[in-house]
């Protein structure tokens, strides 16, 4: 190799880094080549950034004694998620209940009319989506009124 | 989860050789892997999307042997420097590797981990998202570690190279 003295600007810390890590652009790659070629100070330079990456690795890697092979990695058994009865059952059927009653005791009720069978016809729709939080679920109240009138409630 | 057995297969060795140079050998590092790993594999479980799984693997591996060392007090307490006059004792390996350990304590704890994942040839993309350390600003903290890492071995008399 030809060293000789050149007039081109020097190679920083950082670039010659980077140069040697394989890190620069191509561009800069062909230029701090150029340079490494033409300049005694930065070849030098050069050959010591070298050495100490390559031999700081190797220095490293002393502290690995021996390299297992990974062990199987225990996969944790897939939890299913436990039927909830509260949000199922109980809180439709406690719904219901309570329509039911405040129905019955309503106010406006006649002693002389018809009794509750004959004056509504109440029917409930529950779907529970085991998708959905309980806060989320619909319920559905369909009320017949004796006339025909008919009125749905949706509880969200 | 062929995904996952991929990841881990792919990264195991190498989270595997970083904990053991944080933290030296004997130490805990299967448990630590396992840990990672587990943590990796519920992410996934509950579709959270990881964007660099090696970065992230090296970072939740770090962290963990951070917190290991922090608990066992070596982190901020620098070991005493070894005695490599007593050569008939050590064997020149041991007494390199104790040596080694040493002067990473004398690191500051983002240079080690620089030095570290560098040692292991991550990119300087995935140094940058592992450490946190801007891209653009790699190679002259790099540079620096390295030079500050050699100055250490050469004080405790090692040539990095002859």
Known sequence: MNLKPTVMKCINEEILQQYVDGECEEREQIAVQKHIENCEGCYSRWEQCRARMIEIKRSLNILIDTLPAAPPFPVPAVKVPKRNYALQVIVPLAVAASLLLLIWLGPGKDKNSLPLEQVLQVCFATEVDANKPAHQQEFTITVVSPDGKVSEIIVQ | ?162
């Open chain 2, 1 to 162: 989860m062929d995904t996952f057995e991929k990841t881990y297969q792919d990264n195991y060795n190498v989270m595997y050789r970083i904990a053991i140079k944080m933290l030296g050998n004997g130490s805990d590092v299967t448990d630590i892997l396992q840990d990672v790993f587990m943590s990796f594999f519920e992410k996934q479980q509950q579709r959270k999307r990881v964007e660099y799984p090696r970065s992230w693997l090296c970072r939740a591996t770090l962290n963990k042997c951070v917190d290991k060392l922090r608990k066992e007090k070596k982190f901020t307490d620098a070991e005493p420097a070894p005695d490599t006059e007593d050569k008939s004792i050590c064997q020149e390996k041991q007494e390199m590797k104790a040596l080694m350990s040493y002067c990473l304590t004398r690191l500051s704890p983002r240079e080690k981990e620089l030095v570290i994942l560098y040692s292991e040839g991550l990119s300087y993309k995935e140094l940058a998202q592992v450490t946190g350390i801007a891209f653009t600003s790699i190679g002259k903290t790099l540079s620096r570690s390295l030079k500050k890492l050699e100055n250490e071995l050469k004080t405790h008399g090692y040539e990095v190279y002859k």
